[in-house]
């Protein structure tokens, strides 16, 4: 036993300890990175420039679909902090927001089915479905590996596919936040189908990941 | 309570990720004992040799992520419980664990340590089944007492009980019987 203790002792090096403020750095860097991705490729939606103008859009949805994923992101990363070292466990509070958007969009799709019906409104799918599932899903994944790059790779959690699915829930859900900038989709069916899907899809791809990168 | 002086193992540990190689020394010289202890107690007197030096290893290789501003018995407790369901998980083994809040008692933690080792455990069952185990074998109800608490027949406590050590049983990873 004297043995191990002797090898892990000799030459022994400063660590520097894991922080938390690195993460919230590269999450806002990113963030900035990709809304002028957006901004400058994609070009903003024309309520939001109007908005730059002082015309306040007449339907709310340009300004709460961006802040309703920017919150999910950021819920989601103050999960994953949480979850880093050997002793964090999962907590509801970090789902917590995810069920109440969810459920919230949700309830508008029911109400938007009663009143347009099944055709009406599946009508809401036709536009920019596959540009929106990949810029979501190749920016979180993008993100993802950035995020594995800087900080993941350093942690030692007890719950790897919880932190795995945190971290995408959180790249994947920033990456839409900013999506969301460019995409006139406002429509509850929009929202549940393609955005929430592409971030379902990068999350459990997450999960997977973190199931077997992050095991130590 | 056991004879570790743990008011000492934060202080080291802060030193030794500063590089203080006898400070590092004398931590993993003091958790080795509370070490064996803690993996004999939980298998079936088993010294756990093996696992004590893949903790110190995973000490070694994560030792970044203790906050040197927290306590380091919830740190070092977690790897260690880590280190043994993925031990368990790995070699089929089969461990006791006991539910009693005594037991991390033993090991220098806390009373809200120990039970939240016992609390972590039993919020995976639903309600119903963790309010009766609680009351048969944490605050030692008999059963009968239980199902005048409860409202259930004495049998149904008796199976209420038993499936969920099961449960919690294989939510560590043990395979075998119940031991109640």
Redesign the interface.
């Known amino acids: ?1 004297s043995d ?2 002797d090898s ?11 922080r938390s403020w690195p993460l919230w750095l590269g999450a806002l860097a990113g963030l900035i990175v990709a809304v002028l991705y957006i901004w400058f490729f994609y070009g903003p939606r024309p309520e939001l420039t109007a908005l730059m103008g002082g015309e306040w859009p007449r339907s709310h949805m340009p300004v709460v679909k961006p802040l309703m994923f920017l919150a999910l992101g950021i819920s989601a990363l103050l999960g994953a902090s949480g979850l ?4 964090g ?1 999962p907590k509801l509070r970090y789902l917590m927001p995810v069920l109440i958007i969810g459920a919230i969009v949700f309830g508008a799709l029911l109400v938007e089915f009663q009143h347009d019906g099944w055709a009406g409104t599946m009508v809401n799918l036709s536009d920019g479905v596959l540009i929106c599932y990949m810029t979501i899903l190749c920016g979180g994944m993008a993100g993802l590996i950035v995020l594995w790059r800087l900080w993941l790779r ?3 959690t ?1 719950h790897p596919l919880s932190l795995g699915a945190l971290s995408g829930l959180a790249t994947a859900s920033l990456m839409a936040a900013t999506y969301a900038l460019h995409c006139q989709g406002d429509a509850p069916v929009y929202l549940l189908l393609v955005y929430g899907m592409a971030v379902a899809i990068l999350t459990g791809i997450a999960a997977l990941l973190g199931g077997k990168l992050l ?2 | 309570m056991a004879p570790y002086n743990i008011s000492e193992w934060q202080a080291l540990m802060r030193s030794a990720q500063a590089g203080d190689a006898a400070a590092y020394r004398s931590l993993l010289e003091a958790l080795r004992p509370w070490l064996v202890a803690y993996f004999r107690r939980r298998l079936m007197g088993s010294d756990g040799e093996d696992l004590v030096q893949m903790t110190l290893l995973s000490l070694h290789e994560k030792r970044n992520t203790y906050d040197s501003g927290s306590p380091f018995l919830p740190w070092i407790a977690a790897v260690a419980r880590h280190k043994l369901i993925d031990f368990v998980r790995k070699s089929g083994r089969h461990i006791h664990v006991e539910l009693n809040e005594e037991l991390g008692l033993e090991d220098g933690m806390q009373p809200d340590l120990a039970a939240r080792d016992v609390a972590v455990l039993l919020a995976q069952l639903p309600k119903d089944q963790a309010r009766i185990i609680k009351l048969h074998k944490l605050d030692g109800l008999s059963v009968e007492e239980v199902a005048g608490q409860t409202g259930k027949s004495a049998s149904a406590v008796k199976v209420t009980v038993h499936r969920g050590l099961k449960k919690l049983q294989s939510l560590v990873g043990i395979k075998g019987g119940v031991n109640e």
């Open positions: 036993m191990i203790i892990l002792t000799d030459g022994l090096k400063p660590v520097k300890p894991l880093v070292r050997p002793e466990r350093r942690s030692a007890s095991r130590w």
